[in-house]
C-alpha cells in the first residue's frame, strides 16, 4: 500500500515538473520571472503588436526594428507608471507591471530584430511638405530638424526612437502627448520643437515618415 502510494506520488511530481517545463515556453504569465522575454512577446505582446512588431492597429505602435535601448527604456517607463499617456498607462501599465530586467532585455532584443514592413505610403505633396519639415526643420518658428536627433533616415538611436515606418495615427497621437503634458519622462526635448508645429505641419511630418522604408 505504502509504496503505491508513493510511486504514484513520484509519478505525479515528475508529471508536474514536465508540465511545468513544456509550459513554460508557451507561457503567457506575465507574474512569472521564469519564463522568458521572447516567449512573452509571442504569447502576450503578439495580441496588439503582432508577432513580428509590426502591428495592424495604427493606434499600436509597432516594434519591428526599433532601437532596442528605446524599448528598454519604455518598458520600464511603464513598469514605474513613470510613462502616464493615457492609452500607455490603460494598455501596458498591467502588462508590464511584473517584468524582470532581464525579460525587458530580451523583449526589447526580440522586437528590435524584427524586421520592419513597409507602411502606408502617403499623398506626394504631404510627403513632400513633411520631408522638408524632418530634414530642415522650421526655423522661423524655432522648431529644430527632426533629423538631427531621430537620424537622417528616421532610424533612432540609442534611446532616441526610430520614426521611419511608424504608425501615422499613433505618431500624432504622441505628438500632442508631447507637446502638451509631461507625461512622458523624457519627453522634454521633444515639447517645446513640437509647440511650433501647425496641426498640418503634424500630419505632413508624419505622413512622410510613416512611408520611409530604410535599406
Ligand atoms: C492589449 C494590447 C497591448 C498588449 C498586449 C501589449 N501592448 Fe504595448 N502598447 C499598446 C498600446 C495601445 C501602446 C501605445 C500606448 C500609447 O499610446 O502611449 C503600446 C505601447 C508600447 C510601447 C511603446 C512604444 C513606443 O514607440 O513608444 C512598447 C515598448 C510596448 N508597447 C511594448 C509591449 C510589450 C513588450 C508587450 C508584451 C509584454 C506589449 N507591449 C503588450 C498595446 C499593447
Ligand atoms: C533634441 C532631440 C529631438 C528632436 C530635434 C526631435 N525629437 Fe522626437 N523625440 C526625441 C526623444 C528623446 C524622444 C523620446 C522621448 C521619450 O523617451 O519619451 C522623441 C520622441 C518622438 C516621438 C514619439 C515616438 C514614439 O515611438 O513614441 C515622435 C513621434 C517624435 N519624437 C517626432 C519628432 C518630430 C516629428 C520631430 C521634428 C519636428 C522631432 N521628433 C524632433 C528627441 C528629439
Redesign the pocket.
Known sequence: MKTALYTTLALATVTLVIGGCSNLERSRD?GNPQVQGKT??MQ??S???SMDGNSVNP???K?AG?QPD??VA??KY?RGHN?A?P??SE??WG??RK?TDEQISG?AAY?SEQKDAPNVAGDPALVATGKAIYENGIPKEQVAACAGCHGQAGKGSGTF?RLAG?HKD?MI??LY?LSQTNQRPAGAMMTSLVHGLTPHDMVAVTTYLQGVVLQ
Open positions: 506575465i512573452l512577446a502576450v505582446c495580441n496588439c503588436h493606434n499600436f505602435p516594434l526599433q528605446y524599448l519604455q518598458l511603464f510613462r499617456d492609452e500607455g494598455y501596458m502588462i508590464a517584468l523583449l522586437f526612437p511608424q499613433y497621437k504622441q502627448v
